[in-house]
């Protein structure tokens, strides 16, 4: 957009400028930036972790599955035509985690392999077919987890279908990984860790002390188990704070919608407009701001018949302007002393359009009564 009106600007006279307001393309690079920086800090310290527990080589193996999957299930996004949105990126960051697994259980079968003296390339290859059945089964089962989320139905579902699409295909990803890639790398750079398997085991006091007395009394464990279920559901029920879909945050323009009754001529609702726009014009904090006065476009949802103008503004950067709702209330003070108006300042609400959270609608036999 912005080379296209460069372009055109050429032909226009001098006196005209142009500005751009509610540029998105700024966000999406900050969101891309952010998930960057989430793969990044999930694989280092998915090696980390790793690292204590398998060895480096094993560690490497099982880091370089993160990545390898995401763009194997972005290859997945491309080819079914969907592009890159923040459910999406939401899902990848949420998938850090599980696609680790598969590569995992690989790893851990070739290293306790090599521990016992076989060779690296036998270890690994014993390993891609041994595990091939638990590794399927857990991908399986992940799959068929998130799989019910497709037929989500309404708006929200067409909001978050992403998320099973997304998870399904990295975690596909992830089982091709760890069946094919990570043996194979294995195969080329595996080696037995100088500290044998069962000391590593033994090194973990702790955690063996809590197995073994587990397995002494299964059934306590398992009413255990069970207890905490049912416990931690009630609890939360009773003392948690509640459960909400789409968590306020802070937003980026808002607008102020002006309500007048009465047959107002286009001169008089400019007056009236123009006041309520020199007030919001005299706020720090606001980058740009658009006006529109009269009839309002269609697909406007939250507008009435009775709206004569709207003033749209965004917001400048968090980082140098008070909280969006200080500047909201404040604008409100600011005009409700203007008479024959009604002033509504509102910010857009996180995730898709459903209206208001309140509707009224009336219904009669007769409309006319």
Do not use: C
């Not at 923040?86 to 850090?96: N, R």
């Not at 024959?340 to 459903?354: D, S």
């Amino acid at each position: 957009v912005r080379a296209t009106v460069a372009e055109l600007q050429k032909t226009w006279p001098g006196a005209v400028h142009v500005t751009f307001t509610q540029d998105k393309s700024k966000v999406i690079r900050q969101m891309l930036g952010d998930l960057q920086n989430s793969v990044a800090t999930g694989v280092l310290l998915v090696v980390i972790v790793i690292l204590f527990a398998l060895g480096f080589r094993a560690s490497l193996f099982i880091g370089i599955a993160i990545p390898a999957s995401f763009l194997a299930g972005l290859l997945g996004l491309q080819l079914a035509g969907l592009t890159v949105n923040i459910v999406v990126l939401f899902s990848l960051i949420l998938a850090v985690g599980m696609l680790v697994d598969d590569a995992i259980i690989v790893s851990e079968f070739a290293e306790r392999r090599m521990s016992e003296g076989m060779p690296p390339k036998e270890a690994y290859s014993l390993a891609a077919k041994r595990m091939s059945g638990p590794v399927i089964a857990a991908t399986a089962t992940r799959v068929a987890a998130f799989s019910p989320l497709l037929f989500w139905p309404g708006v929200v579902g067409q909001f978050m279908k992403y998320l099973p699409i997304t998870l399904i295909a990295t975690l596909s990803a992830s089982l091709a990984v760890a069946l094919f890639f990570t043996p194979t790398l294995g195969a080329l750079l595996g080696k037995a860790a100088p500290v044998p398997h069962d000391d590593r085991a033994r090194d973990r006091g702790p955690y063996m002390r809590t197995v073994r007395l587990a397995l002494r009394r299964p059934g306590m464990t398992l009413t255990l188990a069970a207890l905490l279920l049912v416990v931690v559901q009630v609890a939360y029920g009773k003392f948690g704070r509640g459960v909400e879909f789409f968590p306020s945050v802070e937003p980026d323009y808002g607008q102020v919608i002006v309500h007048a009754r009465g047959n107002l001529a286009l001169e008089e609702k400019n007056h009236l407009i123009a006041e309520v726009e020199k007030r919001v014009l005299a706020f720090d904090g606001l980058k740009t701001v658009y006006t529109r006065i009269g009839e309002q476009p269609r697909g406007m949802g939250e507008l009435t018949e009775d709206t004569i103008g709207v003033i749209q503004f965004e917001f400048a950067d968090w980082r140098v302007r008070p909280p969006a709702h200080e500047i909201m209330d404040a604008i409100r003070a600011k005009t409700a002393d203007l008479p024959g108006i009604l002033i509504e300042v509102t910010a857009p609400r996180a995730g898709p359009p459903t209206g208001k959270p309140i509707q009224v609608q009336i219904g009669a036999i007769d409309p006319a009564v």
